[in-house]
Nanobody
């Protein structure tokens, strides 16, 4: 069982930056993949960024070159650095972990991009 707790969301103006954190209850060193998803009002949950244990990353086209996913194994934490934020980035952001055929989710953190 892996428990995930997100933090770092909030209100930011267009063009601004935020860094989201996802703290895991267990060592993330051996977790196959960790990622960030988001769900905007009235829309389906979508993948934002994903990082596998071999260091491979993939990003949604809409965030590539603006967002960066990273992990700190010593802190059991995954980060999502978000730059050049746009109003369309407004959503609840969820942390996700995949291990041994199981999928785990955090409760989410709200990001609002508005002037």
């Amino acid at each position: 069982q892996v428990q995930l707790v997100e933090s770092g969301g909030g209100l930011v103006q267009p063009g601004g930056s935020l860094r989201l954190s996802c703290a895991a209850s267990t060592s993330i060193f051996s977790i196959y993949a960790m990622g960030w998803y988001r769900q905007a009002p009235g829309k389906e949950r979508e993948l934002v960024a994903r990082l596998t244990s071999d260091g491979s990353t993939n990003y949604a086209n809409s965030v590539e070159f603006r967002f960066t996913i990273s992990r700190d194994n010593a802190k059991n934490t995954v980060y999502l650095q978000m730059n050049s934020l746009k109003p369309e980035d407004t959503a609840v952001y969820y942390c996700n972990a995949a291990q041994y055929g199981m999928t785990y989710w955090g409760k989410g953190t709200l990001v609002t991009v508005s002037s």
